[in-house]
């Protein structure tokens, strides 16, 4: 649909849609950039607090997945007036405010329409120094990929959907998505990275090939390694799978070399959609391990080597198990 519009070219775009990028980054100065990003979704939760909450965390991702620092935000609502009583939406912009708070930015306003499905999400500006964006394209042959958050949300929330969930997995998966990612951020700032995605919608195997792809480059990725949350894989051996899953499974496989036996419920957890999930890094190997101990300073012991680049390509993503 996009390859018919025209292709925009500036000066000052650092980075436009070329690349399937977190978020445009414009310049504004010498030293100073603009990182602008939007995103929303229907609940994924019960509580709409914690809807808010996680909504906020996953719209702030983009930003800090290109490097940079959260500004100001603008709330995104679609509300079902009459369907839903007002105090249930003050619950949403409450979690949401506290995750801004968090996160160091400034809630400017927003915007509402009316909609026969609820969605709620922002609109976010962040900053940073032209010369150290982030972005997805820059991975490089011998780089360690690092992923700093577990997966399984998507199929976690297929199961509460359906009432499988247990009170401590929903609390669990809850507590992941509303996390920031900003200590990765600064993390991978203090140390240096060659590039770094957050895992959304597209599930681990659809951002990293957006990733490989863009950097002109084929990878390996060791599924085993992949951290998972609990219980995940458990409902994805009851069949526990939203439909976006399906979808990000036609849409790597072309890409996509599998090399040893791997339970297949694993592999669906690789494709699984990702509501505010961590970020995807790959750092340079002699870097590897100042990047691991940063992210133990700060408290990130989920954060996990999970495959590597292995050289110039068409963005080919080999399955293997590997000594990394």
């Given amino acids: 649909m996009l390859a018919g519009l025209p292709r925009i070219t500036h000066p000052d775009l650092l980075v436009g849609m070329e690349t399937h990028d977190d ?5 504004v100065s010498p030293d100073l950039a603009l990182i602008q990003t939007v995103d929303y979704f229907t609940p994924i939760v019960d509580d709409p607090r914690d809807f808010g909450a996680i909504a906020a965390a996953n719209a702030f991702s983009d930003v800090y997945a290109m490097g940079g620092v959260p500004r100001t935000a603008m709330n995104l609502v679609g509300w079902s007036q009459g369907e839903q009583p007002w105090d249930v939406l003050r619950s949403v912009l409450e979690g949401a405010h506290e995750v801004v708070h968090e996160a160091g930015a400034v809630l400017v306003g927003g915007h509402s329409v009316k909609s026969p499905e609820i969605f709620f999400g922002l609109s976010v500006t962040g900053t940073i120094h032209p010369d150290r964006v982030v972005t997805n394209r820059g991975a490089r042959p011998g780089d360690i990929l690092f992923l700093t958050k577990p997966i399984g949300t998507g199929i976690l929330a297929t199961a509460l959907k359906r009432g499988r969930l247990s009170a401590e997995g929903l609390s669990i998966a809850t507590a992941t998505m509303r996390r920031l990612n900003r200590a990765s951020a600064e993390a991978m700032q203090e140390i240096g990275v060659d590039a770094c995605t957050d895992i959304t919608g597209f599930g ?11 950097s002109g480059v084929d990878a390996v990725l060791d599924p085993e390694r992949v951290p998972l949350l609990p219980g995940a894989l458990d409902h994805a051996r009851a069949g526990d799978k939203p439909g976006g899953l399906g979808a990000n499974r036609t849409y790597v496989e072309p890409r996509l070399s599998i090399e040893g036996a791997y339970d297949p419920p694993l592999l669906d957890l690789i ?4 509501t505010s999930g961590g970020l995807l890094i790959a750092v ?11 992210f133990l300073v700060r408290g990130l012991k989920d954060a996990a080597r999970i495959g590597r680049i292995l050289g110039p390509g068409e963005g080919l993503i080999r399955l293997r198990r590997e000594v990394l």
């Avoid at 681990?204 to 490989?212: K, P």
């Avoid at 494709?271 to 990702?274: K, S």
């Avoid at 340079?284 to 940063?294: G, I, N, P, R």
């Fill in 23 to 27: 978020a445009g980054v414009y310049r």
């Fill in 204 to 214: 681990l195997l659809g951002h990293f090939f957006e990733m490989t792809k863009a």
């Fill in 284 to 294: 340079a190997e002699e870097k590897a391990e100042a990047l691991a101990s940063a």
């Fill in 271 to 274: 494709f699984d959609p990702q």
